[in-house]
């Protein structure tokens, strides 16, 4: 039976009381409560520019399967397999007058066939191309497209950061509301637990464990959303909710004959669940940014991700070129300093939200 409540009586035939369902009351006050905390949240231009960076990385994500299915041709610019050389040609000479445009015959009789005579045209593959009409941000030494990567990558990361967000979010908040509420030795054991994870290197241990196991995306988020939540996040929320777990409404529902597992999940997780979500988003930052990290270092298991484009520039010897082959690198490290930089302002405007001391009323 639908659960209803009374609000007020009728005001012009003083019939019976007016009722309505809880569900669309909670669903009211739920619209009353996000319209407000978004008005503070699009006061604070600095997390409105971290949410339209982030919104241009999915957009990104979002359209590369189009693109992919309608405009581009998947020989060419698929991500892992595409290949397309543009080619220069010169003509063979005996001194060389003009270097955009014409070899020495020597230089052509190695680098094409031994039988090149003077005044034939040779063609050269230019790998890595620069940006041009076909290919916005240019090739990869393999020939790769470099804005097919990117915007591929981009999944990769929601997804990843997505999955690390999550855990991390259900773990902290788990640990945090059951040590607060508890108290004793199970508080005891859950924080020293978590001063435990705090003394791990986290990125040693992850490159122990891509280097024991196939770590995949998938497998990378949750060891870094167990790792989050077990450790730092649970002791700053297990702090916030101390504070709620002391106020007269848990008081009142322990006396009501609430259970221990009602009171803390109908009272105690609502309310620390504003704070889980603000470090969810400092999460996702760190969760790119070892995914970088362990692409790199070809510790992952993935076809291809921002990474592996700095990887495949290192290991064919451009990432010391300077910005002569600027494509091979500035795209994929402006999108890991982006993203991760986006989701961190993000949660600076939601502290300003979630936090009374900073609040503006």
Not at 171 to 180: L, Q, R
Not at 199 to 212: D, E, T
């Amino acid at each position: 039976m639908t659960e209803r409540i009374d609000l007020e009586p009728e005001q012009s035939t003083g019939g019976p009381l007016v009722q309505e369902p809880l569900w669309r009351i909670r669903l009211r006050l739920a619209r009353r409560s996000f319209g407000r905390n978004w008005k503070m949240f699009v006061a604070n231009k600095i997390g409105l520019i971290g949410l339209g960076i982030i919104v241009l990385f999915a957009l990104l994500g979002i359209l590369h399967p189009i693109l992919m299915s309608r405009v581009w041709d998947p020989a060419i610019y698929d991500p892992v397999q595409g290949y397309d050389a543009p080619v220069a040609e010169y003509t063979v000479v005996a001194e060389v007058q003009d270097p955009a445009s014409e070899m020495d015959l020597a230089t052509a009789r190695l680098m094409q066939n031994p039988f090149v005579e003077e005044g034939d045209i040779v063609t050269i593959p230019q790998q890595p191309a620069p940006p041009s009409k076909g290919h916005w941000l240019g090739t990869d030494p393999l020939g790769r497209d470099i804005l097919s990567q990117l915007m591929y990558s981009t999944r990769a990361a929601f997804a990843m950061g997505a999955i690390a967000a999550f855990m991390s979010v259900l773990i902290a908040t788990t640990v945090g509301s059951v040590a607060a509420y508890y108290g004793g030795w199970i508080d005891n054991v859950l924080m020293r637990f978590a001063d435990l994870i705090l003394l791990v290197p986290l990125i040693p241990v992850l490159i122990v464990v891509g280097a024991l196991f196939n770590l995949t995306l998938p497998l990378l988020g949750m060891l870094i959303g167990v790792l989050s939540g077990f450790g730092g996040t649970a002791i700053v929320l297990k702090s916030s909710a101390l504070g709620v777990s002391v106020k007269p409404f848990v008081d009142a529902a322990r006396v009501a004959g609430g259970s221990n597992r009602h009171i803390i999940l109908r009272h105690i997780v609502p309310n620390v669940l504003p704070l889980s979500f603000l470090y969810m988003m400092f999460t996702v930052t760190e969760a790119i940014a070892l995914e970088a990290t362990l692409s790199f270092l070809g510790l992952m298991n993935v076809q291809m991700s921002w990474g592996i484009m700095i990887f495949t520039a290192h290991s064919q010897g451009y990432l010391l070129s300077g910005t002569h082959y600027w494509w091979l690198l500035f795209p994929a490290g402006l999108a890991v300093t982006m993203l991760a930089a986006a989701f961190f302002l993000v949660g600076r405007g939601m502290d300003e939200v979630i936090n009374p001391r900073l609040r503006v009323r």
